[in-house]
């Protein structure tokens, strides 16, 4: 029982750490336990902390709890897990089995950096297109999207923290198109402005907070909320202090 409340600990762990709402998280450790032998299992997760209790034969049980990081939302890594604990609970597997192919998971080969550096760029020139801007506009756009990326790499790690991060791109990418604009390279620099700042925005964060919510999970749910909309007022931020120092809020 101890090694088996370990091994889905582990795979809830990552669940969690990669962006899985906690609902999810919840189901499939409870699932996983029980396909394993457990008579009885409690567990109670927030977006930072786990804690499982499991009962074997005879009364004995188990118990464990992990303060959980932060992490980046992972759709691959997510799906790997969640195939992981449906194969568990359909085929007899040993704890050496999971934690091997739980390793694999984790193991898995990831998207190279420059896809991430060339989604940012094309992502921020489609939003400025679809607001109404221009080639001009669009092409600034992709640069600065690229710029945004590299200096949301190097916050991250100075300071393990996202709000921040998110505050310092917002910033970087105002100043960046308030100076492609003094240079006169383009017309509207709101639709850059908008193309660059929707890269940025916790959508995935808030819409795992709603889902949280409704699906009972409040406390959670409010943290994921409170999560998100620091992080949208953060982004405000940094565009308020460029356009407050630049003049345009005056």
Request: hydrophobic share 50%.
């Amino acid at each position: 029982m101890k090694d088996i409340l370990t091994c889905v600990m582990d795979i809830g762990e990552n669940m969690l750490i990669n962006g899985a709402e906690v609902h999810r998280v919840e189901e499939s450790i409870q699932r996983m336990c029980y396909a394993l032998g457990a008579k009885r299992v409690d567990i109670f997760i927030i977006t930072t902390s786990m804690v499982a209790t499991i009962y074997g034969e005879g009364g004995a049980f188990y118990s464990q709890t992990r303060r959980v990081t932060t992490g980046d939302v992972n759709y691959e890594v997510i799906h790997r897990l969640n195939k992981l604990s449906r194969k568990i609970c359909s085929v007899p597997m040993t704890t050496a089995e999971i934690q091997a192919e739980l390793q694999d998971v984790l193991c898995c080969k990831k998207y190279p950096s420059w896809l991430e550096y060339a989604a940012y760029s094309v992502i921020a020139a489609a939003f400025t297109v679809f607001f109404g801007g221009g080639w001009a506009e669009a092409v600034v756009s992709l640069l600065i999207g690229f710029l945004v990326r590299c200096t949301i790499h190097f916050a991250e790690k100075a300071i393990h923290n996202k709000i921040f991060s998110r505050f310092f791109s917002s910033l970087v990418a105002t100043a960046l198109a308030y100076v492609a604009h003094r240079l006169h390279l383009f017309d509207s620099i709101d639709t850059v402005l908008i193309g660059n700042i929707m890269t940025l925005i916790p959508g995935t964060g808030l819409t795992n907070a709603f889902r949280d919510l409704f699906t009972g999970d409040s406390i959670s749910g409010l943290l994921r909320t409170v999560e998100a909309a620091l992080t949208a007022l953060a982004i405000a931020a940094g565009y308020f202090l460029v356009a407050l120092l630049g003049g345009a809020v005056l």
